[in-house]
Structures are given as C-alpha cells and as structure tokens.
C-alpha cells in the first residue's frame, strides 16, 4: 500500500497510489456531512452532494454529467454522517479531465432555483422509498435512539419539513464554512507519475485560496439505555440491537472490528449466521456491524424474522452474546478469526476505488495512511484478553438498547421474552431514570 503525500500550499492534501492499470480511479473528500448541518437543516449536506452535478460557472447539468461519461467514464457521489464524497473511475488519460470537473462542481456550483425545486422532489421520492424498506430504515431510527439530540443520530437524506426550509443562504453558509480546503483530501491510483499527479492538482486546485475550516465540535454521546417497539405494516419483524461503540482513536477499535467480523461480520460462517441461520434456520439475515466516527462509535446486531421465531434468535443471540463476554477465545478460535479478517482485508485491495477512497479518509482522520502490513500488525497483537473485557464494555446487557418493527396485525399477540441472558430493560430504564 506504498503512497506519496502531496500538500499544496492552500492545504488540499493529496494521496497517491501509483498502479500499473489502464484504469484510473479519484476521489475528492470533503470533511462536512450530516453531523455538521446547523439544527433544523437535516439533510442539507446530502441535498448539497446532489445540486453539485446541476450547474457551474462554466458547465450545466448535461454537459457536467456528460463531461466523464462521454468518454466511458463513471461519476458519483455519496454523503455520510462526517464527509461527503464525490469519486470517478476512467480511462489513465482522462485524468486530467476528471480532475478539472471535480474542481468545477466542488468550488463553482451556482444553485440554481429552478434546480433546487426539482431537487427537493427527487430526495423526497428517495426518502419514500427509504420509508418502504424496513431493513435499512431500522438502521436510522435506531441511530436516532442511541444519538438522541445529536446530530449524528440523524437521517443523511433528512426529512420533509427540513428538506422544504432550505435556501440558498443556508447552502451558501454551509459550504462557506466547511468546504475549505484544509479539510479536502483527493485521492488518485493511476499509472502516472507522482510529478504529473503534483503538476495537474497544482493545475486545477493550486490557485484556490487558502481558508481554514471552523474548528468542529467534538460532542461525546451520554447513551441512556432503552427498548423501543414500532407498529408497521411489515410481514416479519425488524429486531436491532446494540449501543455507543469506540471511536477512530481508541486503542481497542481494531479488537472490536475483529470482535465484530467473529461474531456476525463479513461472509457466512460468524457466529451468528452459523448459530441462528444455518443450525436452526431462524433468520434470513443475521448480522453485526461496527462504525467509528471522530468522536464516538456505534455497535449494532440486526436480525428479521418471523414473529414465531422471535423470541428464539432472541434467546440463541443472548447466548452468543454471553459467551464472548464470559468464556475467553481459546489460541485456536483468536489464530482463525485474525486470518479470516487479516484474509478479508487483503481480498478488499481488489476493489480499487474502494482502497484509494480509505486512503483519503485516512489523510482525512489521521493525517496518514497505515500501510497494509501495519494494519495487520494490530490485529495481530488483539488478544484474548482484550476480546473479552471489550465484550463486557461494549455487549454487556446494561448497555445495550433494542428496537423492534412489529406488523400491525400481531400487536396485540406479540411479547419479547425475557431472557436471562440480558437485563430486563424496562428495569434498566427505571434505574437509569432515577
């Protein structure tokens, strides 16, 4: 995963992968995302991603849409709770071309009116359809429990009443104080030099001037524990489970990203999937995942089901849960669950786009890029030990929280056993209370 570093003088960083590949990939970061919208503007840096490919300056929306894909190339973008993102891939030759659109719509984006309106109506229909599919939706809302009154806890896409509010002084500030280039990382793996990567940045993003960011906030999360059910017109019932999670600089991040991949993580053989899916065939989907932001984190087990199967992927998940935190990994379990995540890793460098964009994120969050076998190395040194006491810090039965989707027509019959396996917590959330 060797790099190069480049630093203009205005503070755009840029990192720089060399690959001996007709095809070339780059990404531009942007440090603003959802976290950093001002209250009441829920979903603005998301509608912002979007009328960035409308109009600038120089180009309108068929010509910036047609200035990569007219030579084979592909553009996007994607907003997330603390960047937003704008990449493409190509042929090694349209480098430079890339790199002059991204400039354009990043720095000269005009917001038309016109464009704003059509907008709203777009990522209103996307937030239907959102509202249509139960599985990823639980994720936000169960967001908006653990992240209560933060922003983070809020949808990327926002809703109706904020998407209506914005104007173009609320995205003329927004962009004032966060698109600066101090907090713009881009990223680039071709089969150019690292003198022609430094001359075309310089090129096209030399001339901005330097501005620095506003300091952002760094909020810690007081999660309160709490069980929350919500009747919805679904078949199966929707169960997420989890709690506040370490942040990117904690020294056990790497020990709870191995602990996740063990437990309900990539592939089919977790534990989870194992236990509750292939030995009883409870759940079509069983899974975990952790996410680490700047300042705090969030871990989450997500399962659906049949409401006659509830209460048993219940039970078998309080088990699975209970032997992380009360039986230690034997040498044997902790060497197979370090090669399959060392292995999983190493099969991801495949995706190439998806490396250069970690790269940048990296530069973005640390000022660095760890190199492949550093990233090994630390999961590596996880130890049994470290596994259990993170599983009683983060899995322990007093800090998790859970949300359920139940269908309309098994209200009245639908109870969630207790489970000894976990504290009641309608008895959690009273002592918490008091």
């Known amino acids: 995963m060797e790099y190069q570093l480049i630093t203009l003088s205005n503070g755009i960083r840029i990192v720089f992968k060399y690959a001996p590949f007709a095809i070339a990939h780059a990404c531009l970061l942007i440090n603003a995302g959802t976290r950093d919208e001002p209250k009441g503007k829920f979903g603005l840096a998301h509608f912002i991603e979007h009328l960035l490919f409308k109009k600038t300056a120089r180009r309108n929306t068929t010509q910036i849409l047609n200035c990569l894909e007219v030579v084979g190339a592909d553009l996007n973008a994607y907003t997330t709770k603390e960047y937003t993102c704008i990449h493409a891939s190509f042929l090694n030759e349209h480098l430079a071309r890339a790199l002059d659109l991204f400039e354009d719509i990043t720095f000269h984006s005009e917001f038309p009116e016109i464009e704003m309106h059509k907008e709203r109506g777009i990522i ?81 993003f030399g001339d901005l001037p330097y501005r620095s960011s506003i300091p952002k906030q760094k909020c810690k999360v007081h999660h309160q524990v709490d069980t929350v059910k919500v009747i919805k017109p679904i078949n199966q019932i929707h169960y997420m489970l989890g709690s506040t999670a370490y942040d990117i600089h904690h020294p056990y991040k790497t020990g709870l990203a191995l602990l996740n991949n063990l437990l309900g993580g990539m592939g089919m053989s977790n534990r989870l999937n194992m236990e509750i899916r292939e030995k009883y065939g409870i759940a079509y989907t069983i899974e975990s995942n952790y996410s680490a932001f700047s300042d705090t984190g969030i871990f989450t087990i997500y399962l659906g089901t049949d409401v006659d199967k509830v209460n048993k992927a219940h039970q078998l998940l309080g088990k699975e849960l209970k032997k992380l935190r009360q039986k230690k990994l034997g040498p044997t379990q902790l060497s197979q669950a370090k090669r399959k995540f060392i292995g999983q890793i190493a099969l991801g460098e495949e995706n190439r786009i998806a490396v250069i964009t970690s790269m940048a994120k990296s530069v973005l969050d640390y000022g660095y890029v760890e190199s492949l076998e550093q990233i090994f190395s630390k999961i590596r040194s996880v130890s049994a030990e470290q596994i259990e006491e993170i599983a009683n810090e983060i899995l322990h039965p007093n800090q998790l929280s859970s949300l359920l989707y139940i269908p309309a027509d098994e209200e009245s019959s639908f109870h969630l056993q207790k489970n000894s396996n976990f504290v009641d917590q309608e008895a959690a959330n009273k002592s918490s209370k008091k």
């Open 124 to 204: 209103l229909d996307e937030i239907a359809s959102y509202q249509d599919s139960p599985e990823d939706l639980i994720s936000d809302d169960f967001e908006d429990i653990i992240f209560d009154k933060h922003p983070l806890g809020h949808n990327i896409l926002g809703n109706e009443e904020s998407l209506i509010s914005f104007t173009k002084k609320d995205i003329d500030e927004f962009i004032q104080e966060n698109y600066t280039p101090d907090g713009i990382v881009i990223g680039i793996t071709s089969n150019h030099t690292a003198k022609k990567i430094k001359a075309l940045c310089e090129k096209y």
